[in-house]
C-alpha cells in the first residue's frame, strides 16, 4: 500500500475517533444539564419564630396568635401577598398538616422583615373566643386573660400544637411552635 494511502486511512481513523470522542462529551453535557434539578430544601433557619401571646381579635372576637419573626439573613424579608405562600395548622396526633385549602390560617399583607431585624406578625383563625376582654383592663387582668385564652386554646384545640408557613418561591419554612400550652400551666401553677 502506498504510503500517502497509509496516512490518509491514518488521519480518517483518529479524526473519526476524535469526532465520536468530542460527541460524546457533548452528548453527555447536553444529557447532564437537561436533567430535572431537586427542589433547594427547605429553609428552617433563615427566618424563625418566637410565640408572644393569643388573644381575640376583632369583631367577632376570633383567636390571634401573636409571635415576634427574626430575620436571620443578611437580606429584607418582604412578601406582599399570599401569592406563593402556604399557611397551616401543625397537628400533634398525625404527626403532620391540617389541610391547605381555603386559607384557614391567614395574616395581614405585606410582611417585611428588614434583615437581622425582629418584627411582630399575628395569626389570624376564624375560631371565635365566647368571652370579651374587659374595657380598660390592668396588667393583671389582661395577662390573667391572655392566660385563660391560653388554656382555651389548649381545651378546645388539643391537637393544635403550632402553625407552619411556607415562602414557595424562597423556599423557606416558618415553625410557629406552640407557646400556649406552656402559657396555660403556667397561669395554672401561680393561682
Do not use: C
Request: charged share 25%.
Amino acid at each position: 500500500m502506498p504510503l500517502w494511502k497509509k496516512i490518509l486511512l491514518h488521519s480518517v481513523g483518529v479524526g473519526a475517533g476524535i469526532a465520536i470522542t468530542l460527541s460524546l462529551i457533548v452528548g453527555g453535557w447536553v444529557w447532564y444539564n437537561g436533567r430535572p434539578k431537586p427542589p433547594k430544601p427547605w429553609n428552617r433557619q433563615a427566618i424563625t419564630a418566637e410565640y408572644d401571646f393569643v388573644r381575640p381579635e376583632g369583631d367577632k372576637n376570633n383567636l390571634t396568635f401573636h409571635y415576634i419573626l427574626q430575620n436571620n439573613t443578611a437580606f429584607d424579608y418582604r412578601v406582599d401577598s399570599d401569592a406563593g405562600i402556604e399557611i397551616t395548622g401543625r397537628l400533634k396526633q398525625e404527626k403532620g398538616f391540617s389541610q391547605f385549602a381555603n386559607h384557614y390560617v391567614t395574616v395581614e399583607y405585606p410582611i417585611f422583615v428588614p434583615a437581622g431585624s425582629r418584627v411582630w406578625l399575628a395569626l389570624n383563625i376564624p375560631y371565635p373566643y365566647p368571652v370579651k376582654e374587659k374595657e380598660e383592663p390592668t396588667t393583671d387582668e389582661r395577662r390573667q386573660f391572655t392566660t385563660d385564652v391560653a388554656k382555651y386554646v389548649v381545651d378546645k384545640m388539643g391537637n393544635l400544637d403550632g402553625f407552619v408557613l411556607f415562602d414557595t418561591s424562597n423556599r423557606y419554612q416558618i415553625d410557629f411552635s406552640n407557646g400556649w400550652e406552656p402559657r396555660a400551666k403556667q397561669g395554672a401553677s401561680t393561682k
